[in-house]
């Protein structure tokens, strides 16, 4: 079911997932203060929905998000959607933040912004021609999109620094290694390889993979004791719940555990 009513990008709901489409195939979705604003307001949108367990972000054709569209910099618009405000600027604290579980699928090119959204995300695949790159030196800037924030929780302090400082293309091969993406599938089965990845989110149980989302989240935020007290509450409320007892019973039975 579409749910769209954007320009730059296209928002599908399909049950309990809901995919975030970089749509501007034109320019490789390349980004705008527009795509900012747009991806802003539909990710509050969806974050509010509990119905939702997993949001897919993507781009359309071949091609995730290269950065910022520089054709568009420095032109003028009267057109107050092609404005961002600050607060549109916190997409990557949505995409890490909000309670579903975020897959980036990396389609194609991906760097500058476009590599800080999908560093933000919980989970990334990428295809095998993928490249990636952090690029913001390439032109001039320090960056935005809160790259310095997530790439060393990924890949370690000092390559991170590497990548950010010397900034040159890379492999999704490269990134496989370093830890950057957690799947490299090949282009031909992309599509279908990312989905099944998707459904298997799905077949867990709805409150205990909100709850571990929400864990990591709080457990960054947290000293660890106070974060394991926490942990202790949640894990006996849980573990005593239907969904808890019907994993156990289908674990004892060798069947799939049914959540509805």
């Known amino acids: 079911m579409s749910m769209n009513e954007y ?38 949108t969806i974050a509010a929905d509990r119905a939702v367990r997993v949001l897919l972000l993507t781009g359309a054709c071949r091609s995730f998000c290269p950065g910022a569209d520089l054709n568009w910099i420095g032109q003028v618009s009267d057109d107050p959607e092609d404005s961002a405000e600050t607060r ?13 579980v975020t897959v980036a699928a990396i389609n194609g090119a991906c760097a500058g912004a476009g590599m800080g959204w999908a560093c933000a995300c919980d989970l990334r695949v990428a295809t095998q021609s993928a490249m990636l790159n952090t690029a913001f030196l390439n032109v001039a800037v320090a960056g935005d999109m809160g790259l310095p924030w997530t790439l060393p929780r990924l890949v370690g302090a000092a390559k991170a620094r590497e ?44 409150t205990a993979l909100l709850a571990l989302k929400n864990h990591y989240v709080a457990a960054e935020q947290m000293p660890l004791d106070s974060f394991v007290a926490l942990e202790a509450e949640r894990h006996v409320q849980i573990a005593s719940g239907p969904h808890a007892a019907e994993a156990f019973r289908a674990f004892i039975e060798k069947r799939k555990p049914n959540f509805d």
């Open 7 to 44: 320009e730059t990008i296209t928002v599908t709901r399909e049950g309990a997932l809901a995919t975030l489409l970089l749509d501007r195939p034109e320019q490789r979705n390349g980004m705008t203060n527009r795509m900012v604003r747009e991806a802003c307001e539909a990710l509050e």
């Open 163 to 206: 990548l950010s400082f010397l900034p040159q293309k890379f492999s999704a091969e490269e990134a496989s290694r370093i830890g950057l993406v957690a799947r490299v599938f090949a282009d031909e089965e992309f599509q279908g390889a990312t989905r099944a990845l998707i459904d298997e989110l799905l077949e867990r149980s709805p």
């Open 88 to 100: 549109h600027y916190q997409v990557s604290a949505l995409l890490h933040d909000m309670p579903q």
